[in-house]
């Protein structure tokens, strides 16, 4: 496989670290968290493997 694969990726859970989170969606849109309250948010919001951004006709999820 080549190429940047969907998903979440959650870094800096450490005590001392900022945590980050990446969520880049199966339609290619990227959403970026910094904080601890933001990283909760996003990773609450997200489904990997299914699109919320394209109408239900042409949705499509992650094999």
């Known amino acids: 496989m080549t190429g940047i694969q969907p998903g979440l990726t959650v870094r800096g859970l450490g005590r001392y670290e900022l945590p980050v989170a990446d969520w880049l969606c199966t339609c290619g849109h990227h959403e970026h968290a910094r ?13 990997v493997g299914h699109c919320t951004h394209t109408g239900t006709e042409t949705r499509r999820t992650a094999a």
């Open 35 to 47: 904080g601890r309250q933001a990283v909760i948010e996003l990773t609450a919001r997200v489904t």
